[in-house]
C-alpha cells in the first residue's frame, strides 16, 4: 500500500504543471515545461533501452548483415525508424526494444529532423549494427539534452 502511495506521489509531481528545475546552463526556460518533460521522458526511455541492449543478447539475435542509415547525424528520425522497423523484425526482445523506439520517435518535436530529403542506407555487420545503435542512442540522448 505504501508502495502504491509512493508511485502516486511521485506520479503527481511528474506530472504537476510546476516547470522543472534547470539542471545547469544549458537548460535554460527556453522550452515549455510540457516539453521539458517529454525531453527528461524520451531521455528515460533511451537509458531504458540502452540497458536493455545490454541485458538482452542482441548479438545472437541480430541477422548478420542489417540496413542502417549512411549519414546518422544528418537523419535522425529516419535512422530511428530503420533501427526500430529492423529490431521489429526479430524475436520478442528485440520487438520490445522496437516498441520503445517506436515510442521515442512520436515526439516529433524533439527528435532532431533529417537534414536531408533523402538519408542513403548501407549493409553492416551486426556487430557494426549494434554499436551504431549504442552510439546513436547516446548522440540522440546527448542532443535532446542540449538541445
Known amino acids: 500500500m505504501l508502495v502504491q502511495v509512493v508511485a502516486l506521489l511521485s506520479l503527481g509531481v511528474l506530472c504537476s504543471s510546476a516547470p522543472l528545475q534547470a539542471t545547469g546552463p544549458t537548460s535554460a ?3 515549455s515545461p510540457q516539453e521539458e518533460r517529454s525531453r527528461v521522458l524520451v531521455g528515460l526511455i533511451i537509458r531504458e533501452v540502452l540497458q536493455d541492449m545490454q541485458k ?13 542509415n549512411a549519414m546518422v547525424e544528418r537523419c535522425m ?32 518535436n524533439i527528435v532532431p529532423e533529417d537534414l536531408d530529403k533523402e538519408c542513403e542506407t548501407v549493409q553492416v555487420m551486426s556487430d557494426v549494427f ?3 545503435l549504442d552510439s546513436f542512442l547516446r548522440l540522440l540522448s546527448e542532443k535532446i539534452q542540449n538541445a
Open 77 to 108: 528520425q529516419s535512422h530511428l525508424k530503420t533501427f526500430a522497423s529492423t529490431l521489429a523484425a526479430l524475436n520478442t526482445p528485440s520487438k520490445l526494444i522496437a516498441r520503445k523506439l517506436t515510442i521515442i520517435n512520436t515526439y516529433k
Open 56 to 68: 538482452l543478447n542482441l548479438s545472437a539475435q541480430v541477422p548478420t548483415v542489417v540496413t542502417v
Open 130 to 132: 549494434l554499436e551504431t
Open 29 to 31: 526556460s527556453r522550452h
